[in-house]
T-cell receptor, first 113, second 106 residues
């Protein structure tokens, strides 16, 4: 979707290194989310944000931190990447009430070796 | 037991067939979403519904709140419909099913 972009699209990193994934939206929505997608699991919520500097943990937040210093950007950081964090990461924004629900980014495929 | 269950997990069909994918949930919800994910691709929202039925082109989504069940139907299926279809419910958070992988052959 043109309103939300993720970067990078692909990344390979070594165990123990820090990694930051970026989600950028152009639609000025308050709510932004980071999910991970793994085989055999539905998408699982890592962290979410309901406004600038307002963030909260999801169900699989261990090993991840987030920051939201501007409405348009929501950053996900793996402080010290582990192989268990190899996954596809999706950012999402929640549309206003009455709209179609959620808009997802194209995903970031992260491999930790 | 997962709070959102989809069936079948995998589905193959011949072009032109009528497809049904089912979603059952065990929690109270305010809305249910159907999403589509093409191989290697992003996730696209198809429907959000809280009651009744919605139609968009060849896609139809229904929900029965009392039975906690939703179905996604595809009429006159086409190879380009091949994708993973994901059901998600708005409970106190968004809870996702594990998806149904659909392959439509010419």
């Amino acid at each position: 979707d043109a309103g939300i972009t993720q970067s990078p699209r692909h990344k390979v990193t070594e165990t123990g290194t820090p990694v930051t994934l970026r989600c950028h939206q152009t639609e000025n929505h308050r709510y932004m989310y980071w999910y991970r997608q793994d085989p055999g699991h539905g998408l699982r919520l890592i962290h979410y944000s309901y406004g600038v500097k307002d963030t909260d943990k999801g169900e699989v937040s261990d090993g991840y931190s987030v920051s939201r210093s501007k409405t348009e950007d929501f950053l996900l950081t793996l402080e010290s990447a582990t192989s268990s964090q190899t996954s596809v990461y999706f950012c999402a924004i929640m549309q206003p009430p009455g709209a179609s629900g959620y808009t997802f980014g194209s995903g970031t495929r992260l491999t930790v070796v | 037991k997962n709070e959102v269950e989809q069936s079948p997990q995998n589905l193959t069909a011949q072009e032109g067939e009528f497809i049904t994918i089912n979603c059952s949930y065990s929690v109270g919800i305010s809305a249910l979403h159907w999403l589509q994910q093409h191989p290697g691709g992003g996730i696209v929202s198809l429907f959000m519904l809280s009651s009744g039925k919605k139609k968009h082109g060849r896609l139809i989504a229904t929900i029965n709140i009392q039975e906690k069940h939703s179905s996604l139907h595809i009429t006159a299926s086409h190879p380009r419909d091949s994708a993973v279809y994901i059901c998600a419910v708005n409970a106190d958070k968004l809870i996702f099913g594990t998806g149904t992988r659909l392959q439509v052959f010419p």
